[in-house]
């Protein structure tokens, strides 16, 4: 088994220096300040160093602290997507020790060594189950990036965003879609780049200012509806926090309407694609009837908690326990964009 980041980051000589800051920034520093592990100092992409402190360190360049330093450790401490960012860290962890510490988008805890001891049996109960090889390689992958915060097991692993539509996710001209956590409909816009002639969408957001993306976005679509509300377990409200994309979460913030699969998909589902911040489980239990009476393929991301890997395919499995699963992780760092395929 991998060793623990943290035990590593307690034995290390270089300086250990952040680059980014925010949210995961701030859960990082929690988690070394737990350990007595001292950081050295911040840094940020050239263009976004201005004259600022963060924890009481000044905010440097990458540049700056190199020189300062010559070697050091550098925990990466944001996530991206973006080609270019994704490039840029490449670079950096060609002259540096580089580590992306995994700390949980939501809940609490760390996915340590005595982590997955404890889970040995629920993530081993998984892994059997994964549909093909690059599922099995992509689970291990990214269980040793989890307790190492080693980027290499991320590329090792990743796949294009095409490559499930050319393996087993395939997808017919009479699909009726559901998007929940649709953002601002670049999810609807790439189902609809792959089918024509689909039979229903039914996008879902909760954030007011993307949902109001999403509708301009989508205002040219046939047989669409936009829903601004959060999916939980039961229709009626909850509380969710507003701050656009993966910011957003349940369980704090403004109270929202809130609805279930089942009472959205009366008229059946053949796909529902699900990415709502840290509440898969409450949308599972709020899908039952649904999952049972159509069996839709199902992707669903799993990376906000610790035990999304083994307890959502779990909670799946206990309605319908004939679907195939798989795992696919697409370009990012952490290990976001990890999705698991009910088919």
């Keep these: ?61 990458y540049s700056e602290l190199k020189e300062k330093f010559g070697e050091m450790i550098v925990l990466l ?32 805890g760390l996915f340590n060594s005595e982590y997955a001891q404890s889970n040995k049996e629920a993530l081993e109960h998984i892994y059997s189950r994964l549909g093909d090889e690059k599922s099995r390689e992509t689970f291990c992958c990214i269980i040793r990036y989890k307790l190492s915060g080693r980027l290499d097991y991320l590329y090792r692993c990743e796949v294009s965003e095409n490559e499930p539509y050319n393996t087993f996710l395939r997808l017919n001209d009479s699909e009726s879609y559901i998007d929940l956590g649709a953002y601002t409909g670049d999810t609807v816009a790439d189902f609809t780049s792959r089918v024509n002639n689909y039979s ?21 679509l046939k047989n669409f509806r936009a829903i601004n509300a959060c999916v939980s377990d039961k229709s009626g409200t909850e509380f969710f926090a507003m701050r656009g994309g993966r910011n957003s979460s349940l369980g704090e913030g403004l109270e929202i309407p809130s609805v279930t699969v089942d009472e959205i998909a009366q008229n059946g589902a053949t796909f529902i694609k699900a990415d709502v911040e840290g509440g898969e489980l409450k949308m599972i239990a709020g899908a039952e009837k649904t999952i049972l009476k159509y069996r839709p393929k199902i992707q669903l991301a799993c990376y906000h908690r610790n035990e999304d890997l083994f307890s959502l395919p779990e909670a799946i499995f206990k309605i319908r326990d ?22």
Aim: proline share 5%; with cysteine; glycine share 6%.
């Design 1 to 61: 088994m991998e060793q623990d980041l943290w035990s590593y980051l307690q034995t290390v000589k270089k300086p250990i220096v952040l680059y980014g800051m925010g949210n995961g920034a701030d859960k990082i520093i929690d988690v070394l300040k737990a350990n007595n592990i001292e950081i050295s100092g911040v840094f940020a992409t050239d263009g976004f160093v201005r004259e600022k402190f963060f924890h009481g360190f000044k905010l440097s360049s």
């Design 322 to 343: 004939e679907y195939k699963l798989y795992l696919r992780h697409f370009p990012s760092v952490p290990a976001w964009d990890t999705n698991y395929y009910f088919i």
């Design 200 to 220: 229903f969408i039914t996008a879902v957001e909760p954030d007011k200012k993307s949902f109001k993306k999403l509708c301009a976005n989508t205002e040219t």
């Design 77 to 108: 401490c944001f996530g991206s997507s973006r080609p270019e960012v994704l490039e840029n860290i490449k670079k950096i962890s060609a002259e540096q020790e580089l580590y992306a510490p995994d700390v949980p988008v939501y809940g609490g």
